[in-house]
């Protein structure tokens, strides 16, 4: 697993891609001059996705969890490999 290494914290980050939404809405038409992709529907999907991102686990949480699965895998190990000796 890939740690992230910022120099920030994530909400932070989240926070600045909010913003940064929030002028391209503020400003759409100067950015519709340069691309045509700049729209509400865009902006929308990049908002949801920026949601999308912030309502993921943390790596931390995501660690745990598979660490916790492991240990409880253990045993069923050592179970399946009695019964294929057996």
């Known amino acids: 697993m890939v740690n992230s290494n910022y120099s920030t ?6 926070a600045t891609c909010r913003l940064l ?4 809405r503020n400003k759409l038409s100067n950015f519709a001059e340069y691309s045509a992709q700049y729209t509400e529907a ?5 908002l949801a996705l920026i949601n ?4 993921m686990p943390s790596e931390e949480m995501r660690a745990q969890e598979h ?4 240990e409880e895998l253990k045993p069923l190990f050592k179970d399946c490999q009695r019964k294929f000796m057996f």
């Open 9 to 14: 914290a994530m909400w932070l980050m989240y």
């Open 21 to 24: 939404v929030s002028n391209c």
């Open 42 to 46: 865009f902006l929308d999907e990049l």
């Open 52 to 55: 999308e991102a912030e309502a």
């Open 67 to 70: 660490s916790q699965l492991l």
